[in-house]
């Protein structure tokens, strides 16, 4: 069992910049990507960065070049600095564990931060 919890959302304003944290505990051995989701009110969750143990990188087309996930193993911490943010990056924002042989949107969650983005 794998347990998440997330840190570091808030009010923004347009073009500013935030950081989210999210601290993995547990079996951590067979986790291998790790990543952030996000949920607007009313549309599906969706997928925001990945980032695997070998530290390759897969992004939203929304967000590439303003987004970064990076990640400390011996941490067990991912984090998501969050760059030139828009009004429409406002979400909650779920961190997510899954094993290579998962699905992508399966696996473990942590319980959500709120990100809001003012114009």
């Known amino acids: ?11 923004v304003q347009a073009g500013g910049s935030l950081r989210l944290s999210c601290s993995g ?15 607007a009110p009313g549309q599906e969750r969706e997928l925001v960065a990945e980032i695997s143990s070998w530290r390759s990188k897969n992004y939203a087309d929304s967000v ?7 990640r400390d193993i011996a941490k067990n911490i991912i984090y998501l600095q969050m760059d030139n943010v828009k009004p429409e990056d406002t979400a909650v924002y779920y961190c997510n564990a899954r094993r290579g042989d998962w699905g ?11 990100v809001t983005v003012s114009s």
Do not use: A, H
């Open 25 to 39: 505990t547990g079996n951590y051995f067979n986790v291998l990507i790790m990543g952030w989701y996000r949920q």
């Open 1 to 11: 069992q794998v347990q998440l919890v997330e840190s570091g959302g808030g009010l």
């Open 104 to 114: 992508p949107g399966t696996g473990y969650w942590g319980q959500g931060t709120q």
């Open 64 to 70: 590439k070049d303003r987004f970064t996930i990076s």
